[in-house]
């Protein structure tokens, strides 16, 4: 029996779940034990990576315009929720008291910004319905540690709904994200586009330069 498009995604959201304690900053987040500075941190090399994906998501969904168009909609879709991302960033930048002047003055570390360094990679080289797999598998773990911090920020930081509303963006899927992501791989299927072999070696890869972004803010 052929594979259907759910049976890959959940396949990939499975392969790619980290392991437990793979990722060092949201549990000291969790526990209120993480300095407010490296929540600063946090959002400003968000800003830098929110600015990067959005131009490699634009990359993809103009590579897959004209012959995928459910393929290009769904890399559309992020483009906007990318946009969202970035409006709120500013609440949250905000709450750790940065301005302009804080962002522009930032060097980002080279271990958080790996993670958009190899989205452009693939925005260049990869298949984008393989990348929709991929990306799909590791926004199931990123939902899920911002659904932690949200929390933790609230309850130990004092940071109000609009400071977490970053967080509370990306805690729960869209219904209509996770068909955007169906639609996407059953038309890459349909042209003979997907290899899940390559699918799952960008998703293991996303998720590692995920957590190398979580644990460089962790420290040493």
């Not at 483009?79 to 905000?94: I, P």
């Not at 799909?136 to 899920?144: K, L």
Request: charged share 20%; net charge negative; proline share 5%.
């Amino acid at each position: 029996m052929a594979r259907t498009a759910e049976d890959i995604l959940a396949d990939a959201v499975r392969r790619s779940a980290p392991g437990d304690g793979a990722n060092r900053l949201v549990p000291l987040i969790e526990a209120g034990k993480a300095p407010r500075e490296t929540i600063a941190a946090f959002a400003l090399e968000q800003h830098h990576i929110i600015t990067g994906d959005r131009g490699s998501f634009q990359r993809l969904a103009e590579r897959a315009a004209g012959t995928q168009p459910a393929v290009a909609g769904f890399f559309t879709s992020l483009v906007q929720g990318e946009d969202v991302a970035l409006d709120r960033l500013g609440a949250l930048a905000g709450a750790c008291g940065l301005d302009g002047t804080a962002l522009r003055a930032y060097e980002p570390l080279a271990g958080c910004q790996a993670y958009p360094a190899y989205t452009a990679w693939l925005a260049l080289h990869a298949e984008p319905a393989d990348v929709v797999v991929a990306l799909t598998a590791n926004f199931a773990a990123w939902g899920g540690y911002c659904v932690a911090v949200g929390r933790a920020l609230r309850r130990h930081y004092g940071f109000d709904d609009a400071a977490c509303g970053f967080f509370d963006f990306f805690a729960e899927p869209a219904p209509e994200g996770l068909e955007r992501s169906s639609a996407a791989v059953r038309a890459g299927l349909a042209a003979g586009l997907v290899s899940e072999r390559l699918a799952h070696r960008y998703g293991r890869l996303l998720r590692d330069y995920e957590l190398m972004f979580w644990n460089t803010l962790a420290g040493p």
